[in-house]
């Protein structure tokens, strides 16, 4: 059964700091993975798509990378903005598409 | 790109009663259909799988009477919560995959909100 965690639970930076957010699965078999931001009480964003043949994916400010070998995958935050302030979760599809339980970013003004 | 609208937003009902939940791919067909369940300050958990014309997949601990999930065609699937009750109040989220590869991603709607009095 497909585990995934997500280290660390929790963050407050200040504004303008580049960040790392980590997320780790059990079973390497996967199709992709998957970064979504969730605004408090609101669906979720789809940030960055990696397929399971990609080792990274780029968009703006935002960079995702992914060892599936070793089951991990990292999220970069450049230039960090209040406005990224959010709950960003991490889900790998395999048979079927796990959640982790979220890393709650806040960046302070 | 890829919109799924989920409606209603938010609904607040009394114990006893049946809602209804729908979810639309408003610009794909989706073959695919999941639905999600959040409790506060919780990842989401998937409830069931619905392929479009067959039968809904549960997860394990999800009672499919309660629940009751049709996929009549290829832009909406409904989720029904039967006799309702408070336990049942959480934040209800779908998503849809396009037809084609399993390694399409998924979109996903803007949630619902149940709150059970």
């Known amino acids: 059964k497909q585990e995934v965690t997500q280290i660390p639970a929790a963050l407050s930076v200040p504004e303008g700091e580049n960040l790392v957010l980590n997320c780790s699965f059990t079973?390497?078999?996967?199709?992709?993975l998957q970064w979504f931001r969730q605004d408090p009480g609101k669906g979720l964003t789809s940030l960055l798509l990696?397929?399971?043949?990609?080792r990274e994916q780029t968009s703006g400010r935002l960079n995702a990378s992914l060892d599936k070998s070793s089951g991990r995958s990292t999220l970069y935050i450049a230039a960090s903005q209040p406005g990224d302030s959010a709950t960003y979760l991490c889900a790998v599809r395999g048979q079927n598409f796990v959640f982790g339980p979220g890393t709650r970013l806040s960046v302070l003004p | 790109g890829a919109v799924v609208s989920q409606h209603p937003s938010w609904v607040i009902c009394k114990s006893g009663t049946s809602v209804k939940i729908e979810c639309r791919s408003l610009?794909?067909?989706?073959?695919?259909m999941f639905w999600y369940r959040q409790f506060p300050k919780q990842s989401l958990m998937l409830m069931a799988t619905s392929n479009e014309g067959s039968k809904a997949t549960y997860e394990q601990g999800v009672e499919k009477d309660k629940f009751l999930i049709n996929h009549a065609s290829l832009t909406l699937s409904t989720l029904t919560v039967t006799s309702a009750h408070p336990e049942d109040s959480s934040f209800y989220i779908c998503s849809a995959r396009g037809t084609g590869v399993l390694n399409q991603p998924q979109h996903f709607g803007d949630g619902t909100r149940l709150s059970i009095l």
């Open positions: 990696i397929q399971s043949s990609q």
């Open positions: 079973d390497s078999a996967i199709y992709n």
């Open positions: 610009d794909f067909q989706a073959t695919t």
